[in-house]
């Protein structure tokens, strides 16, 4: 007897932490996973991982800023596995800078890998997902779609990949595609690894729970997302353990 046919779900950025915590995750649910990096040697692992675990992965090289390399990535992954049901576009990257010290040069990159790419490749997606019935879509934005000191272009993408899930989600509903973003707060990552120790400790300070996010909290909600009978469309999800409520509180003791 065959094996049942498993849904396909690309993730890019899939050779960083939080990526490989998503694919992981997806493929315990049962997803045949595409781990998709500029980093061939991150998305192998994760790759590796997977399928020690016992789970379906391939990996592949992606440059999410360009655009034959998207095309690529999915032409090769419906010649491969001849189905997209999930797309998670995780792929981000961080170019912190103050106004005054911004430039076109930090600027398009950022663009390119967190927004143009993300929209291009959900695009792609469309005709393959509705010839299976319908999908999902999920955008990692971050917290910093709300505004960051100090971030503008990085709040920028994010802020823009928003307003991209909301308008996707009301065009795409009708043929049963879902989107819908992740903002993620403080999550302890090579990427956030930059910030300054006070920055984190504020950050930690200022959030309810008391604690830092970890790319396994991402991962769960990214999941649920893909779920095929979820009702949950064009929503954009804190995982921030209450830092976006609001203020921290006045009183001594409850934020530094
Ligand atoms: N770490 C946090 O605190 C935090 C908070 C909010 C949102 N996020 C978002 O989560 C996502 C994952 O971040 P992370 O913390 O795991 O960082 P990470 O640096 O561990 O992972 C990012 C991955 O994206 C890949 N990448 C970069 N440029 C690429 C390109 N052009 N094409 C394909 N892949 C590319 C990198 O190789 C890396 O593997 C990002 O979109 C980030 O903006 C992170």
Same mark, same amino acid.
């Given at each position: 007897?065959?094996?049942?046919?498993?849904?396909?779900?690309?993730?890019?950025?899939?050779?960083?932490?939080?990526?490989?915590? /998503?694919?992981?995750?997806?493929?315990?649910?049962?997803?045949?996973?595409?781990?998709?990096?500029?980093?061939?040697?991150?998305?192998?692992?994760?790759?590796?991982?997977?399928?020690?675990?016992?789970?379906?992965?391939?990996? =592949?090289?992606?440059?999410?800023?360009?655009?034959?390399?998207?095309?690529?990535?999915?032409?090769?992954?419906?010649?491969?596995?001849?189905?997209?049901?999930?797309?998670?576009? =995780?792929?981000? &990257?961080?170019?912190?800078?103050?106004?005054?010290?911004?430039?076109?040069?930090?600027?398009?990159?950022?663009?390119?890998? $967190?927004? &143009?790419?993300?929209?291009?490749?959900?695009?792609?997606?469309?005709?393959?997902?509705?010839?299976?019935? %319908?999908?999902? &879509? /999920? $955008? &990692?934005?971050?917290?910093?779609?709300?505004? /960051?000191? %100090?971030?503008?272009?990085?709040?920028?993408?994010?802020?823009?990949?928003?307003?991209?899930?909301?308008?996707?989600?009301?065009?795409?509903?009708?043929?049963?595609?879902?989107?819908?973003? /992740?903002?993620?707060?403080?999550?302890?990552?090579?990427?956030?690894?930059?910030?300054?120790?006070?920055?984190?400790?504020?950050?930690?300070?200022?959030?309810?729970?008391?604690?830092? %996010? $970890?790319?396994?909290?991402?991962?769960?909600?990214?999941?649920?997302?893909?779920?095929?009978?979820?009702?949950?469309?064009?929503?954009?999800?804190?995982? =921030?353990?209450?830092?976006?409520?609001?203020?921290?509180?006045?009183?001594?003791?409850?934020?530094?």
């Amino acid at each position: 007897m065959s094996a049942p046919v498993a849904p396909v779900a690309i993730v890019t950025g899939a050779g960083g932490a939080i990526g490989a915590a /998503i694919a992981t995750r997806l493929a315990e649910a049962g997803h045949l996973v595409v781990a998709a990096d500029l980093d061939q040697v991150g998305a192998a692992a994760t790759r590796a991982g997977i399928t020690t675990g016992g789970g379906r992965a391939d990996a =592949c090289r992606l440059d999410v800023g360009d655009q034959a390399s998207r095309a690529e990535l999915v032409a090769g992954v419906l010649d491969r596995h001849g189905r997209i049901d999930v797309l998670v576009n =995780c792929a981000g &990257i961080l170019r912190d800078a103050r106004i005054g010290d911004l430039t076109e040069q930090t600027l398009l990159p950022t663009l390119a890998v $967190n927004l &143009i790419g993300p929209l291009s490749l959900a695009r792609q997606v469309i005709d393959p997902m509705t010839s299976e019935g %319908g999908g999902s &879509i /999920i $955008n &990692i934005a971050s917290r910093a779609w709300l505004g /960051i000191f %100090g971030s503008a272009s990085y709040s920028m993408t994010k802020g823009a990949l928003v307003g991209v899930t909301r308008s996707l989600a009301l065009e795409l509903g009708p043929v049963g595609i879902r989107v819908n973003a /992740i903002a993620p707060g403080y999550v302890q990552t090579p990427m956030s690894a930059s910030l300054p120790p006070q920055v984190v400790r504020r950050s930690v300070n200022a959030t309810p729970l008391r604690r830092a %996010g $970890n790319p396994d909290d991402v991962a769960r909600l990214a999941t649920e997302l893909a779920h095929p009978q979820s009702f949950v469309t064009g929503q954009v999800i804190a995982v =921030c353990g209450g830092r976006t409520i609001g203020q921290p509180g006045m009183a001594e003791g409850t934020a530094s």
